[in-house]
């Protein structure tokens, strides 16, 4: 039992040593141990605890080749990354606020006559072009009987007058110049009266005044509808505003003319807008004021009413270092990004501190742990560690890539 426990503390020291020289001086240590523990060690005894450290040298011996073999390995294999040289720039702060497409011009279209709807052959909620028809109306069942009333009084009116100018040539004692007046005027006004009448037909056919999307149509094939009665409205849609709540502490920020990007929500597609108008007072309830936004080059792909997100530009900042906002990560509230640099003629990733300053939604101002030049990793970062060894890419082809050597050469 002594004999295995002096073994089992000489096997234990002896593990931390791999040199042939400590395997010696150990052996020597472990001698007065094993005479401490068993008073009279026979050379029996002595030949096991030789044998016992022998092996115990043998795995010590083992795993450091080991270690050495995956260190070489670990060496050989070569990460492929593609790199940026950090460039200065700018940078926006702006803010993003929500509102609804509304078109700049809109008209009701009425109906000029009354009659008795025949055809919608503009379809609701569609776009019409300027002189697209509209609607048609058929005139109401008393119609011609009005206007065969209008044409008798007209003719009779006609007859009269002629009589009259007949007598005043021929009987001029016989008519007086007011009644020949009044028989004018009775011929005028029956005129007028048929040409009113039958000039209205005309006027039931409605066309577009300008290109538009036709909205909120009023009344069925077969209906009758008045003289003034509202058909639909026609929104010019070439055109676009959106009015924005804003706070008083960035209405000072904007400016009358300055750009906008207006991005709808529903297909991402964008126009440049301008700012037309800021408020001149602020509402007492909301604390904000009402700005609007005017775009006159919007994507045929935008609707009245849909939903889209104004961009304001608040500030601009301008940076020696710019990087882009995802090449930048975070450890113990400390911001680093991977750089390259060269070891032993060949190229290692290395972790680099930085301080970040302003930035947006795409890019980071660097104020400090960068120069600008430096290359930084932006492809590749799985498995990156520091120290490790990379190959940098360049893109030739769709399908093919070239390596640079350690120079940075092709």
Known sequence: ??????????????????????????????????????????????????LLLLVGCGKSNDEAESHKARAAQAAEISIPVRTLAVAGGTVAESLSVQGRLEVWRQEIINAPVGGIIREFPALPDQVVKEGDLILRLDPPLTEAEEVAKATIMRDRAERALKR??????????????????????????????????????????????????????????????????????????????????LPETTLRRLQIGQTVEIRALSDDSSATGTVASIPAAIDAEKGTGQVVIDTTTPPATWRPGGFATARLVLKQTTGAVVLPRDKIFSEENRSYCWTTETRDGRFVARRSWIDIGAGDETKLIVTKGLNAGDHVIIEGLAGISDGVSITLVTEQKADAVKPLDAAGTK
């Not at 007086?176 to 039931?204: G, P, V, Y």
Request: charged share 25%.
């Open 164 to 245: 009259l100018e007949h007598l005043k040539i021929n009987a001029p004692v016989t008519v007086s110049a007011s009644d020949l007046e009044a028989a004018r005027d009775s011929a005028t006004d029956a005129t007028t009266e048929l040409e009113r009448l039958t000039n209205r037909q005309a006027k039931r056919r409605i066309v577009a005044p300008f290109s538009g999307v036709l909205v909120k149509f009023e009344g069925t094939v077969g209906s009758v509808v008045t003289e003034g009665l509202k058909i639909a409205e026609l929104l010019d849609h070439s055109r676009y505003r959106i009015r924005l709540e």
């Open 1 to 50: 039992m002594s004999l295995f426990f002096g073994c089992q503390q000489a096997n234990q020291r002896i593990f931390f040593y791999s040199e042939a020289m400590r395997k010696r001086k150990i052996i020597m240590n472990y001698l007065p141990l094993v005479s401490w523990r068993c008073a009279k060690p026979s050379p029996a005894i002595i030949a096991g605890v030789t």
